[in-house]
């Protein structure tokens, strides 16, 4: 693609399309006045014109403008498209996502730093008076060359001010990270809920599983309050406190869980300290990213080099799918479709020999009949 006709926003060259959520479509771009590779998030054009979402999507720029901490990313511009649509543009973060990991038990103290590192930067929502509410791997970023490996909270499209959260909440996000009070969506929420998330991902992390198997918001509320997740610390090879760190967090009983996201980081470094210091000797292990498939994009105005152009429909969300935009060179992208379909016709007979068949037939019934009255 010539720079004559890349496709643009504002002052930024959009390249391919890096990821579709329910609500918005992340881009990789460039900007030609730092010279340096961007992460440009559109609000898709179904939804540009619908007032609450458009809101949740402009809050969630603005949260994660006001929000300094390395472990957050971080939104350098805001605008609205030609055809309308607001755009935001953040840090560019190339490592995939949590979900890219592969547990095993010799990595498993290294998932709980990373967990860890996972709670600070909720924590840093917290202090800003931001609750995440979509809280999994797939919402966290990493860069793996780090050690232990930088993590980088994304996707606030869910999140909410604490001194909003008192009261009555619409039910969002993932439903087997979803805390049970976040369910019911009646009782109120505070710090607690996300750290009950925070303890269904570092539980996977280190397990490759999952604590409990929830389809569906409505499956939480029929939890025992008895219910514990299994123990996951001796296959892990970890202390035994693991365990009960995990019934605590994960009980559904908020009271039984730790107060906040830096007191369940604590105590999973305590963990990682009794179980030893030393990384795996080959590493973190994670899949190899594979080359993402490029998106040719029409420009309609090749002149001005500045195309009219929009993001496309993102189909509407179930009552209970999180609002959700996850940008990694490692998830399944689904395509992003600029041109319009061409109709195919399916292979059959020409025309003129169907005419003719049905001639001979009609010929064939005539002469049949006139010999059965003759």
Partial sequence: MSPSNALSIGRYKLDRALGTGAFATVWLGHDPEFDIPVAVKVLADNWAHDADVRERFLAEARHLRTISDPRIVSV?????????????????????TLADFRSHPKYARYALRVGAECCFAVQALH?????????????????WHKDPPRV???????AKLL??????????????????????????????????????????????????TVRSPGALLDRRIDEHPAPIAAEAGLPTSLDDLMFRCLATDREERPRSARELADALLMIADDAGEAPPADGWQVPAAPAPARTAITSTS??????????????????HEPFRHEASRHEAVEPVNTGKAVAQKSPGWPTGLVWLVAVLLFAASAVITWLVIT
Wanted: net charge negative; glycine share 12%; aromatic share 8%.
């Fill in 76 to 96: 350098h511009d805001i605008g609205t498209t030609n055809a309308g649509q607001p755009y935001f543009v953040m840090d560019l973060v190339t490592g995939g």
């Fill in 302 to 319: 090749p002149t001005s080099g500045t195309a009219s152009w929009s993001v496309p429909s993102s189909p509407s969300p179930s009552r």
């Fill in 152 to 158: 980088y909270l994304t996707d606030l499209g869910t």
């Fill in 163 to 212: 001194a909003e959260a008192s009261g009555y909440t619409v039910t969002t996000g993932t439903p087997s990270y979803m805390a049970p009070e976040q369910a019911h969506g009646l009782d109120g929420l505070d710090e607690r809920a996300d750290v009950y998330s925070l303890a269904a991902m570092t539980y996977e992390l280190v397990s490759g599983r999952r604590p409990f």
């Fill in 127 to 143: 202090d800003h008076g931001v609750l995440h509410r979509d809280i999994k791997p797939g919402n966290v970023l990493v860069d």
